[in-house]
């Protein structure tokens, strides 16, 4: 088998609690090229380990030798960064910064984990035009901060400051705040699920566990079978039958969804004044494109009293390249991997 000379290689990652993409790239100066990818189900594994040796052998079948070539590596982790550990409570298993550079053999100031919104925002400044979609037209502010947004497995939220060079991406757990009801539905869902727990976060309702927990509480006549079903994600059959328009209670569940999605990005925006572009990514926002286009979530973002006219203009842009997280751990990579 012939394998990859490539000595310059930079290997970086998106490790969800759905799903981990890791792209093995070649560097060239500041160009970076993929050279093979692979998504794999998180909970298939026992830990990150296992993941890692998994991409290694499957690259090395492909033709791509890691080990010999390998200059840095970055991933974006769904979770809290803390002293070179992810917490999180999305993920089955730790992520160790020592134990990646180990497994690779790099040192470990050549390894980095990055909060994966933080790596999503990275990437803005290298995504191409067809990788967004922009909902609201608006007018970006010149060098005015930015934010990005991101629902599925949990939901993220990051923001981009201009340093006067460059933006600079600074995390945030704002999903982690309370959740704020904004009429009588909404009210009813944060009394029903404060019988269930001690405290009800944004993170509840806006992510992926939020469409069951609507459906459920608001339309309990409205039983599927999919609800109990082993192995069976009920947000994707929710959204799924709302789109197709054979579920008129699916339907209704994805509108309160998509408009509590937009006034926690509209929160978001009156915290941060993002008058230079906010951004949406994450997967589910790939899967739910119609109803994003529809206007509902622009409503409730601009829904903030006397500065509804303001964030009317901010300009809204759907993140469409999926990878957007991979790409942007790459170029923290190849910044590192840059230095002496």
Sequence with gaps: MLFSAVHNMILAGDIGGT?????IFQADDRTLTPQYRNTVPTRDFHGFGSVLERFRVEAEQSGVRIEENLRSAAFGVAGTIIEGKALSSNLPWQ???QAIAESLNLNSGRVLLLNDLVAAAASLAHLQPSDLLQLNKG???PYAPKALIAAGTGLGEAILFWDGTHYRVSPSE???TDFAPRNDR???LLQSLRHRMSRVCCEEIVSGRGFRAIHQILFPEVYHPFFDEPGVDPAAKITQQALEGSCPACEETLHIWMEAYGAEAGNMALRVLPFGGVY???GIALKILPK???GSFVRAFSDKANLSTQLAKIPIYVVLNEDA???GAAYEALALSSEK
């Excluded at 799903?19 to 792209?23: D, E, F």
């Design 19 to 23: 799903k981990c993409t890791l792209t």
């Design 95 to 97: 992520v160790d910064r």
């Design 139 to 141: 007018n970006a502010e």
């Design 174 to 176: 704002a999903s982690l």
């Design 186 to 188: 909404e009210l009813l």
């Design 280 to 282: 949406i990514a994450g």
């Design 292 to 294: 994003l286009k529809d």
């Design 325 to 327: 997280p991979v790409l």
